[in-house]
């Protein structure tokens, strides 16, 4: 079974700083996907950031980027230039690769980001 | 992008009574969908894993005579909770992907608050 680890409960950014959350995971498998999802106060669930495990070079989208070590079995998500929009849960996910549309994600405990003026 | 609509978004219901919470896919197909529940400030945890035209698969611990599932087509399913108690009150979020790409992004309904009273 796989496994996903947020050390950090909450954080807090100020506008238009760069922050970090931390993503740790373990699996045995070799082919998989991992994601960062944001779910503000609406409660709606929005895609970030995904990485494809068999690919060496760190995702990015705009703002977000995501530092992926697949040895060590990190996935940090790096977000540049706050903004107050970016206030939210943010979950780490896993999903296994090879199983197409049948795929279930296995989430992290989440990381509560505040950013503040 | 992709619509995930769920239904209703809020609901109280008496205990002992039955709630029936719809997912529709409303630009895509699915043949499989997720359905997961969350709790207060916790991370999403998966409950079951609807396939069309055949039987849920549930996840261990959860009873599957008491959250019924039904996937009658290719952009539905439902999740009905039957004779709640209060102790059924959360967060009910879907999910579905494409079954018509290779696409591993996973589109979520907007949740459903339900209250046991």
């Known amino acids: 079974a796989q496994t996903v680890t947020q050390s950090q409960p909450e954080m807090s950014v100020q506008e238009a700083e760069t922050v970090t959350l931390s993503c740790t995971y373990d699996t045995s498998e070799n082919n998989y996907y991992l994601f960062w999802y944001k779910q503000p106060p609406s409660r709606q669930m929005i895609l970030v950031i995904r990485?494809?495990?068999?690919?060496?070079q760190n995702a990015t989208e705009n703002r977000f980027s995501v530092n992926f070590q697949k040895a060590a079995k990190s996935f940090s998500l790096k977000i540049s230039d706050s903004q107050l929009g970016d206030t939210a849960m943010y979950f780490c996910?896993?999903?296994?690769?090879?199983?197409?549309?049948?795929?279930?994600?296995?989430f992290g405990t989440g990381t509560r980001l505040q950013v503040t003026l | 992008g992709a619509v995930v609509s769920q239904h209703p978004s809020r609901v109280i219901c008496k205990s002992g009574t039955s709630v029936k919470i719809e997912c529709r896919s409303l630009d895509f197909q699915a043949t499989t969908m997720f359905w997961y529940r969350q709790f207060p400030k916790k991370s999403l945890m998966l409950m079951a894993t609807s396939n069309e035209g055949s039987k849920a698969t549930y996840e261990q611990g959860v009873e599957k005579d008491k959250f019924l599932i039904n996937h009658a087509s290719l952009t539905l399913s439902t999740l009905t909770v039957t004779s709640a108690h209060p102790e059924d009150s959360s967060f009910y979020i879907c999910?579905?992907?494409?079954?018509?790409?290779?696409?591993?992004?996973?589109?979520f309904g907007q949740g459903t608050r339900l209250t046991v009273v």
């Open positions: 999910s579905a992907r494409d079954s018509r790409t290779v696409n591993t992004e996973a589109f």
């Open positions: 996910a896993f999903m296994k690769g090879g199983t197409g549309t049948a795929s279930k994600l296995t």
């Open positions: 990485q494809e495990a068999y690919k060496q």
